[in-house]
T-cell receptor, first 114, second 117 residues
């Protein structure tokens, strides 16, 4: 099964509300990254959090990481219609010979209604 | 402007035909990756390359081939052995992972959508 699994699969909110997406993973990680994908486009990197960090902020984004629970959450505050997209978590696995490989989850589809 | 260019945007494959998807980057990145995305799904790794003239199989390499003769270019060939090629193909690049357990943010192209005629 996928290393990263997002929850919920789909989220629909009104503009101005906060959106929270969760990601769970199975193996030890070196870092966890969040990406955004607009329909029919490539992914855009949002934020990277290392395994020794617990929380990170970037503008309206807040990411938390709980390595004991093997989970992460992405919070988008004061959402806008332009935030409508799919959001993916990706894990960089610790050890082995991963050489920079990332394992992506199946994503959360976020719809923000004006 | 630095970035990754994938071409063509749309591609159609006939039965028994090999097709090649282009990926070029001018970010001076050492590492490049090919992913396949099926509708409503996440990304699955096909092949990746950390340096020129070297590449490794990802999770779903069967029916695909790659080459890495130049740092800037990482073309993907979808061979006739790939029986279900219809998908959205994404190319990405990143700075070199300094050690085997490090991973860097990846920069993506805008994809090639491949369909069967």
């Amino acid at each position: 099964s996928q290393q990263g699994e997002e929850d919920p699969q789909a989220l629909s909110i009104q503009e101005g509300e906060n959106a929270t997406m969760n990601c769970s993973y199975k193996t030890s990680i070196n870092n966890l990254q969040w990406y955004r994908q607009n329909s029919g486009r490539g992914l855009v990197h949002l934020i990277l959090i290392r395994s020794n960090e617990r929380e990170k902020h970037s503008g309206r984004l807040r990411v938390t990481l709980d390595t004991s629970k093997k989970s992460s959450s992405l919070l988008i505050t004061a959402s806008r219609a332009a935030d409508t997209a799919s959001y993916f978590c990706a894990t960089g696995n610790a050890g082995g010979t991963s050489y920079g490989k990332l394992t992506f989850g199946q994503g959360t589809i976020l719809t923000v209604h004006p | 402007d630095g970035g990754i260019t994938q071409s063509p945007k749309y591609l159609f494959r006939k039965e028994g035909q090999n097709v090649t998807l282009s990926c070029e980057q001018n970010l001076n990145h050492d590492a490049m990756y090919w992913y396949r995305q099926d509708p409503g799904q996440g990304l699955r790794l096909i092949y990746y390359s950390q340096i020129v003239n070297d590449f490794q199989k990802g999770d779903i390499a069967e029916g695909y081939s790659v080459s890495r003769e130049k740092k800037e270019s990482f073309p993907l060939t979808v061979t006739s052995a790939q029986k279900n090629p219809t998908a959205f193909y994404l190319c990405a690049s990143s700075m070199y992972a300094a050690s085997r357990d490090k991973s860097q943010p990846q920069h993506f192209g805008d994809g090639t959508r491949l369909s069967i005629l």
